[in-house]
């Protein structure tokens, strides 16, 4: 079991990744004997992994830190680096190296005052392995002025930190950041690759494993949860009985109302289980009385906690919000697929008797003008209009067709 066995459907991307991590022990050896770096080296000090959701950005990131702190004797004898089983890989992959960081976030941006203290810690020397690597799984989300900053430690890195930047498309990171970063896109993986690696990896029933990759067409992470939760299963099955349900103003207006509930459920749900948590953990650490009375000069750090925690609320709301409208987009691409007699496999076939429904009771031009409504709404939705104004609006057009 190598580091790369959980990249899905990337063989080039792979190989890419896997040369540079051998280039990088030349160019380790030369920085440690502080002499000239080798011409032609593969390896560069910032990466940036685009490619659509699903298609393993951050798992190629994390794989690809983890042969760089591969620490197997094989790699003495001309072994490639990334065996999967040393400490400097094991401890990588698990999250548990001193010297790799991952930065993901569940708020709605990375601001200024989170990206200082990571390129303050960029800036120190490897504690125990080869390399300082920092594993930045949301770079899209970065603020203008947290990028500005992040800038200023590419443009010029300690001689041993290696920035990996993770973003949906080229266009979500500022030009001057992109400009010096190697790029490397990925791509959706196939159905079969990702039906696979469930039954190999997960253990997933082999029926049930194609149907989710089916469903969730390449998308490795919505199609494990598709496969192994109950609830996911009946929220998606919920999601594709909408387009039945705006016949009449009410049901448009209805089923908008529904998709706000689920969501804000979903909010809810991680709330519950992990805000109170925090809160109980950050009063202990401020030295709260038994009580529940707060030290003075505290005030100001709980409600920082607070505001963090409502982003946090927002961006699950969105998020959950963001799958329905996916999944809506999914079925209407499978209704136009039927409607111009495409060859393109179906993906949602457990909703075939709603799909011929829709396709007999309407044209290609409606169910394109219903596309283009579903997108407009993920747009109003990243401009922060009113979820519940934006997804009544899309239903009404759904309705009009």
Wanted: net charge neutral; charged share 30%.
């Amino acid at each position: 079991m190598s580091v790369w066995d959980d990249l899905v459907g990337q063989d080039r991307v792979q190989e890419q990744l896997g040369a540079a991590a051998r280039d990088a022990d030349v160019l380790v050896s030369a920085i440690s004997a502080r002499e000239p770096v080798p011409p032609g080296s593969r390896m560069t000090h910032a990466w940036l992994f685009t490619g659509p959701p699903g298609s393993g950005r951050s798992t190629a990131a994390r794989a690809f830190a983890a042969a760089l702190q591969c620490t197997s004797p094989d790699r003495a004898l001309g072994g490639a680096p990334g065996c999967g089983f040393c400490d400097g890989c094991h401890t990588s992959l698990i999250g548990t190296h001193a010297d790799v960081d991952v930065i993901r976030t569940d708020l709605l941006s990375i601001g200024v005052k989170e990206t200082r203290e990571l390129v303050r810690r960029a800036q120190l020397s490897p504690a125990v392995g080869r390399w300082q690597v920092i594993v930045m799984e949301d770079a899209d989300r970065l603020t203008e002025g947290a990028g500005n900053v992040l800038l200023k430690a590419i443009e010029e890195p300690a001689p041993r930190t290696v920035w990996l930047l993770c973003a949906p498309s080229l266009e979500d990171v500022l030009p001057t950041i992109r400009s010096r970063c190697r790029h490397l896109t990925l791509r959706t993986p196939s159905v079969e690759a990702v039906a696979d690696v469930l039954i190999r990896r997960d253990g997933i029933d082999p029926e049930r494993a194609a149907a989710a990759a089916r469903a969730t067409q390449g998308h490795i992470g919505r199609a494990r949860r598709l496969a192994t939760d109950e609830r996911a299963r009946s929220r998606r099955a919920a999601v594709l009985k909408l387009p039945l349900r705006v016949e009449d103003i009410g049901g448009c207006l209805k089923a908008a109302q529904e998709l706000i509930d689920t969501a804000t459920d979903d909010a809810k749900q991680v709330a519950e289980g992990v805000d109170v948590k925090e809160t109980e953990d950050m009063k202990a650490a401020l030295g709260a009385s038994a009580g529940g009375r707060m030290p003075r000069g505290t005030a100001g750090v709980m409600k920082d906690l607070e505001d963090k925690q409502k982003r946090r609320k927002t961006r699950t709301q969105r998020d959950s919000l963001d799958l329905a409208l996916t999944e809506l987009t999914g079925f209407y691409r499978d209704v136009l697929a039927l409607q111009l007699g495409s060859r393109i496999a179906i993906a949602n076939i457990d909703a075939q008797d709603s799909l011929d429904r829709i396709v007999r009771s309407s044209t290609p031009e409606r169910t394109l003008r219903r596309i283009e409504a579903v997108i407009a709404c993920r747009r109003a939705l990243d401009r922060n209009v009113a979820p519940l104004l934006a997804v009544e609006a899309m239903t009404m057009a759904l309705r009009a067709g």
